[in-house]
């Protein structure tokens, strides 16, 4: 916006915890946030499908007549056949659902802010395959800690691929960039930086 004065672009940070960490996962992916048509679940079960690997949906229905539709129409149909939903769970089993999943799949179709969950996935070491949207893209390093898609084609082969990449990789960009204790530090410093400006005016 015209007229502000941005001191800097802190990025969010999550708890990165050692006992998070998984280097041997289960054989499913996951599926973590809200069920409506922006966050993409029915891409994610198509690729899936397509890659023949499980997957596990954990997240809340909106509560819109939008995202019920959405809910009978397209993606309870494509349930079952090692597609499963389990509602909405909390922080603990939302992390023990993601340290032991294969990849997260994160195919929205909007603009995303940052994306949160992506990088408390990373946090245990889990690859991020996802569609390049908003903050997404900052995060994902394709080839390194996930994959970015465009399609659910092109997410199916990202899964095929996971070999490819090394869990320890995707934890070091938690810690290194997304941690709760460095988003800490460069509040603090801008805290401090402001003040000093403010006082030598």
């Known amino acids: 916006m015209q007229g502000i004065d941005i001191s800097g672009v802190i990025e969010n ?10 280097e041997a996962p289960d054989s499913y992916c996951a599926f973590v946030g809200r069920i409506c048509p922006e966050k993409g679940l029915d891409v994610a079960l198509d690729a899936a499908r397509d890659a023949e690997v499980p997957l596990t949906i954990a997240g809340r229905i909106d509560n819109t007549p939008i995202a019920a539709e959405f809910f009978q129409n397209e993606i309870s149909p494509r ?25 997260l799949l994160v195919p929205s179709r909007w603009s995303e802010p940052f994306g949160l969950v992506a990088i408390e996935a990373l946090a245990c070491g889990t690859p991020v395959i996802a569609f390049p949207s908003g903050g997404l893209a900052e995060i994902v390093e394709d080839g390194h800690n996930g994959f970015l898609v465009s399609s659910a084609g092109e997410m199916a082969v990202a899964i095929s691929r996971l070999t490819e990449l090394r869990r320890e990789d995707c934890r070091k ?16 410093a801008t805290y401090e930086e402001a003040i000093e400006s403010w006082a030598s005016r």
Request: glycine share 12%; hydrophobic share 45%.
């Open 79 to 103: 349930l079952g056949a090692g597609a499963t939903y389990v509602g909405e769970i909390g922080p603990a089993a939302k992390f023990e659902l993601m340290r032991r999943a294969r990849a």
């Open 173 to 188: 960009v938690a810690v290194e960039k997304f941690s709760g204790s460095r988003m800490a530090a460069r509040y603090v």
């Open 13 to 22: 940070g999550v708890e990165c915890r050692p006992s998070f960490f998984n």
